[in-house]
């Protein structure tokens, strides 16, 4: 079966400081994968998608950036925080098929302060 | 473009009643439509899914029925229980938009009370 795992759950980082998130999908091969982040009390924000590797697509321009150095892993970056971007970051999952799930990671919350 | 609207929250009610949240969605091509349930602290978990015109999704008593007539795939549960406290999502997938691109609404927010 398919999982997916992303870390650090939680983290706590002054501004200016650098962000590394990372996530991994196992039993599973060329999935698409997704950044979503979710601001305290709203919906979900579509931050990035790849569909293979080296190919990632921004959704919104901002001070973060993502890579996928591997088939399975995601990597969410950032070389300086704002406090704007605290929140529930989640990577997720799909396969490029009709009628396709997505399937989300345990999350992580970044408090910058 | 693609685009999910559902039913502003919070919605509390008390054990036992009926539930319904609303959903509309908006496509270019021929979507599936899912429900998502986040419990507090946590990922997005798959509650239903359909994937074509008049399917019905259903998983723990909760049920949505796929209208395109309507563009709408409301949720709903004749019993809730407090255990259903949670934010619900709606979402669509649809095929036609690069990198499978999902479109979720703002959330719902359930509180059921003893």
């Known amino acids: 079966s398919q999982t997916i795992h992303q870390w650090p759950a939680t983290l706590v980082q002054p501004v200016g400081s650098p962000l590394s998130l990372e996530c991994t999908v196992e039993g599973t091969s060329n999935p698409n994968l997704y950044w979503y982040r979710q601001a305290a009390g709203r919906g979900l924000q579509l931050l990035f998608y790849s569909i293979g590797i080296d190919q990632i697509s921004s959704e919104v321009p901002q001070n973060l950036s993502a890579s996928r150095p591997q088939d399975r892993q995601f990597i969410l970056s950032s070389k300086k925080l704002l406090l704007s971007d605290s929140g529930f970051y989640l990577c997720?999952?799909?396969?490029?098929?009709?009628?396709?799930?997505?399937?989300f990671g345990e999350g992580s919350w970044l408090t910058v302060v | 473009g693609d685009s999910v609207t559902q039913m502003e929250g919070p919605v509390t009610l008390s054990e036992e009643a009926f539930l319904t949240i609303n959903c509309t969605y908006t496509a270019t091509g021929y979507p599936s439509l899912f429900w998502y349930v986040q419990y507090p602290g946590e990922g997005l978990q798959l509650l239903l899914k359909?994937?074509?015109?008049?399917d019905k999704g259903s998983n723990k008593g909760f049920e949505a029925t796929y209208r395109k007539e309507t563009t709408s795939f409301h949720l709903e549960k004749g019993s809730v229980q407090v255990s259903d406290s949670a934010v619900y999502f709606c979402?669509?997938?649809?095929?036609?938009?690069?990198?499978?691109?999902?479109?979720f609404g703002t959330g719902t927010s359930l509180t059921v009370i003893p």
């Open positions: 979402a669509l997938s649809d095929q036609g938009a690069p990198g499978n691109q999902f479109y």
């Open positions: 359909a994937t074509k015109a008049d």
């Open positions: 997720a999952w799909s396969q490029g098929y009709s009628g396709n799930t997505i399937y």
